[in-house]
Nanobody, 128 residues
């Protein structure tokens, strides 16, 4: 089975930084392409960032370009989301997802439906 566990969320003041981590465990194949999505109360889950299985390709949403970065360490089975210059509109539950099909390599990877496995999420709250 594939299990994903997010960590690193918390309360931060606007302009601050956080690093989120996603631990990937109990899978027999991979590494997989991975993504970060976020969901605010009353909103749909939206794409934040994606990374190919080997880290060669990354993609960021327009709303976080220049502020966030996605990276991975396959030796540690970890994926990271570095968030700088946080804004109140970044407040959401952040979810890690796994895409065994590696759709980012086909120019995709921005849709919830393209990810097979999800973690339980970690809360990020940015105050003014």
């Amino acid at each position: 089975q594939v299990q994903l566990v997010e960590s690193g969320g918390g309360l931060v003041q606007a302009g601050g930084s956080l690093i989120l981590s996603c631990q990937i465990s109990e899978h027999r194949f991979g590494p997989f392409a991975m993504g970060w999505f976020r969901q605010a109360p009353g909103k749909e889950r939206e794409f934040v960032a994606a990374i190919s299985w080997n880290g060669a390709t990354t993609r960021l949403s327009d709303s976080v370009k220049g502020r966030f970065a996605i990276s991975r360490d396959n030796a540690k089975s970890m994926v990271y989301l570095r968030m700088n210059d946080l804004k109140p509109e970044d407040t959401a539950v952040y979810y890690c997802g796994a895409d065994p099909a590696g759709t980012i390599d086909y120019g995709l990877g921005r849709e919830v439906s393209q990810y097979r496995y999800w973690g339980q999420g970690t809360q990020v709250t940015v105050s003014s």
